[in-house]
């Protein structure tokens, strides 16, 4: 069964402060991995990561893939308090022509002023 | 470009009636997929369409059902509900399959 865990389960930091969360999986037929951000609504896309784009960065947000761990990082620098939110990591895998994505359990963050 | 929309944004049923949730997705995207998010569980998967073909399933039993018309709008059905079908259900679209998904805003499922 694909598993995929990220850690930390939740952190706390202050404004200003760069936090790493991390993801790990262990999956059979690895396609990519993506990362998502959830406030109060559904899941917005931030990144996918496969093995012809390991690193992606979009302002403060930057995240890279390990493939030969099996894990990935998200950073963020300078938080700031909009950045309060649950991060999603997820897996896709397919075989022949079915696909799917696993989810981690997400990290949630809190960043106070 | 519109998102993916979902209709009814919220729902409330009792044991063992039945319950249809719909899914637009973004215009142009093919692959429509279904999640249930729960706060213990998670978001798990729960099927995803391309083409008007079931592509995958998760592990959910049979009374989860799905199907994609040929304008990919996409529809799920829940039959004979459970108190632990309460959940928020996710619909997410993609370009294409393993491509990167958009979620919609969801269904607030409340059984009673």
């Known amino acids: 069964e694909d598993k995929v865990v990220q850690s930390p389960l939740s952190l706390v930091v202050h404004e200003g402060d760069t936090v790493t969360l991390n993801c790990s999986y262990e999956?059979?037929?690895?396609?990519?991995l993506l990362w998502y951000k959830q406030e109060k609504k559904a899941p917005t896309f931030l990144f996918m990561l496969?093995?012809?784009?390991i690193e992606k960065k979009s302002g403060r947000l930057s995240s890279i893939l390990d493939k030969k761990e099996l894990s990935s990082i998200l950073n963020i620098t300078a938080t700031q308090t909009g950045d309060s939110a649950i991060y999603l990591c997820?897996?896709?895998?397919?075989?022949?022509?079915?696909?799917?994505?696993?989810f981690g359990k997400g990290t949630l963050l809190t960043v106070n002023p | 470009k519109a998102g993916v929309t979902q209709t009814p944004r919220y729902l409330i049923k009792t044991r063992g009636q039945q319950v249809t949730l719909s899914c637009s997705p973004i215009s142009g995207h093919r692959s429509v997929s279904w999640y249930q998010q729960t706060p213990g569980q998670g978001l798990q998967f729960l099927f995803e369409y391309f083409s008007e073909t079931q592509r995958n399933k998760g592990n959910f039993p049979g009374r989860f059902s799905g199907r994609q018309f040929s304008n990919s709008r996409s529809e799920m059905n829940v039959s004979t509900l459970e108190l632990g079908d309460s959940a928020l259900y996710l619909c997410?679209?993609?370009?294409?399959?393993?491509?990167?998904?958009?979620f919609g805003p969801g269904t607030r499922l409340t059984v009673l």
């Open positions: 496969t093995s012809s784009g």
């Open positions: 997820a897996v896709a895998t397919s075989g022949g022509s079915n696909y799917k994505l696993t």
């Open positions: 999956v059979t037929n690895f396609r990519s």
């Open positions: 997410a679209s993609g370009p294409r399959l393993a491509s990167e998904q958009f």
